[in-house]
């Protein structure tokens, strides 16, 4: 039967009433062949766009298809393709078919006969047009290492479901393509101000227990927690007459401001003792891990101030063993031991429940290891890793004012007898505070508003691990944290060392094994800086992994120069995990400051791996494009 287009148009064209019908003939073809050619090929370019889509996925199947033979992925890949063209498969005529390449390759090639509707009736143009497609693809040889690293400070409060569900598509894309997730082992490192390696993947030998670290209560040791007034320790200072000179006194002279105790001491010992000298008998009175004792009953020695010219004649003060005394202009002070560890102080708070438990989270380690992943040595304390520890600080009740401190979560405790309370600050140093009577001790580790020694300690990180399921779990565990501020230097660096072959996990293979990749992914979205800007506050700042801004680790005690170390740290975090042989890949989430893209674009291996997500969307598609990316099955063509 012909068709009713092709009768219309010769029957017009015998037709020869009028040069119009003429005209109109002549154009009638041209016009008919335009319409048609742009719906035919519309139709067949559409085709081939589903077809080429199935062909991915067909072939992806039969790569995933571990463990089958040949024909069976050959029968994997043509259900895929028929499923994925759907209805458009009864229309036309298709053929597909799966060759084995080299190594881990396959290549599914599919044809089919799309049939013209319409240009059929153009003279010269056939009835149909063959269509063929092909997609390549390659399961890749060794295995895969990712750490993803995700930013949980409180900037991210609105914007956690959004991090988790993004998240949770870059696992479930990478499991996917990567030959079911056989070869591929991922971590999770939720970070803050700090990180939780958890106490349990921390063995003790990492760990500085001992307060030997130089940085192990760094804001608590030596500091000044009371006073005397009007006591001098230079055994030669002697008051004169009123309004006459000084005149020093000839040597050897009695001091009558001297420190005097029973007369059985011996000269040395008094002397050792007065210029903060322990003996090792004095430091045997210690915690379970080296802290001079804190609770009563004390060991240590009265001391008895000598004025007969001022009215603080016959004062005594006791000093515990351990704790120190020095001279400071007109007055005594007495200040905590050189040596105190953060694990001491965690036994001293006493709950309801028992003593304060550490959660896991710790300290950056002091130059250059906090930007290593140098294994722990007890041999050198500089690289073992010290419990985090955020001291109490006063608050209303407490013996001090509040100036804007962030954590008050007990008593700011008693001094020893004889001893007057100093500045606010020292109540915030105070030691004896910490001796497990368990006076008023109230707090909170339930996320985002935390407060006690591990406040704005976040989420345990999941170590290396092949199982799917572990990961999604932890990844929908996530919760933002308030408090603290943002260093991710240290999250770089607990992502590198969950991917290292070094401890204290080790899990990672060793570098440079053929075929293995370490790829680390951060996720931030804000710039590195400590919380909590109070530069009118005795500590300044929050705490954090490197301790107040006033008494802690940074350079200088300015709120600009710190963001700035951070930012150096990070820097350096970021070259040499990539020396190491580690990929990095950064996304900035929100944040648009040119300062902040440069550190983030300047971390990632090269700039094509640096991602801007400027709302929750964007932030999807870029872990999506992440994992894509670096999804050890892939399309290759």
Known sequence: ?????????????????????????????????MTGAGIDYSRSSQ????????SDAAVLAAVKATGKTLDERRAIANATFASNLGADASLVNISGSLTKLSGNGYRYDASASYTYSIMQVLPGIGTQNDLSVFSEANAGDGTLEVALVLDNTGSMSADMSALRKAASDFTNILFDSSAGGSSLKMSVVPYVASVNPGRLNLAMSAVDT?????????????????????????????????????????????????????AARKVGEIGRE???????????????????????????????????????????????????????????????????????????????????????????????????????????????????????????????????????????????????RGWEWEWQANLFKYDGTGKNVNFSENAPNTSGPNMACPDELLRLTSNRTSVLSK?????????????????????????SPRAPFADGAAYGTD?????????????????????????????????????????????????SYLDQRMTTACSNAKAAGVQVITILFRVETVAAQNLLRNCASSGNLFYIARDQAALTKAFTDVAELIGRIRITR
């Open 1 to 33: 039967m012909m068709h009713p287009l092709k009768t219309f148009a010769r029957q017009f064209g015998r037709n020869e009433r009028g040069n119009v019908a003429l005209m109109f003939g002549l154009l009638l073809v041209p016009i008919i062949g």
């Open 47 to 54: 085709l081939r766009a589903k077809m080429a889509i199935a």
């Open 475 to 499: 990844i929908n565990s996530l919760r933002h944290w308030n408090g603290g501020g943002t260093i991710s230097s240290e999250g770089i660096m607990w992502g590198w060392r969950t991917l």
């Open 210 to 262: 001992r307060g030997d670290s130089e940085w192990q209560a760094r804001n608590l040791r030596w500091r000044w927690i009371g006073y005397l007034p009007d006591c001098n320790n230079d055994p030669f200072w002697k008051p004169g007459p009123p309004g006459d000179p000084w005149v020093p006194p000839p040597i050897g002279t009695p001091g009558n401001g001297a420190w005097l105790q029973d």
């Open 274 to 420: 007065l210029f903060g000298i322990k003996s090792a008998a004095a430091q045997s009175s210690a915690g379970t891990y080296g802290t001079p004792n804190r609770a009563a009953p004390f060991t240590g020695t009265t001391y008895t101030v000598n004025r007969p010219y001022t009215k603080t004649d016959g004062v005594k003060a006791f000093v515990p063993a351990g704790f120190n005394y020095d001279p400071v202009g007109a007055r005594c002070v007495i200040s905590n031991p050189g040596k105190i560890a953060n694990l001491d102080l965690f036994d001293g708070i006493r709950t309801k429940s028992g003593r304060a438990q550490w959660k896991g989270c710790v300290e950056a380690r002091p130059e250059p290891f906090d930007v290593t992943d140098d294994p722990p040595n007890l041999a050198d304390p500089r690289t073992l890793f010290t419990p985090y520890f955020w001291p109490d600080e006063p608050g209303v009740g407490d013996k001090g004012n509040s100036l804007g401190y962030a954590n008050n979560y007990m008593d700011d405790g008693e001094l020893p007898s004889g001893w007057e």
């Open 515 to 563: 075929g293995n990749r370490k790829i680390l992914v951060i996720m931030t979205d804000g710039e590195n800086q400590i919380g909590g800007n109070n530069v009118n506050g005795p500590v300044m700042s929050h705490y954090s992994s490197y301790g107040y801004l006033r008494w802690g680790r940074f350079p200088q005690e300015n709120f600009d120069s710190a963001a």
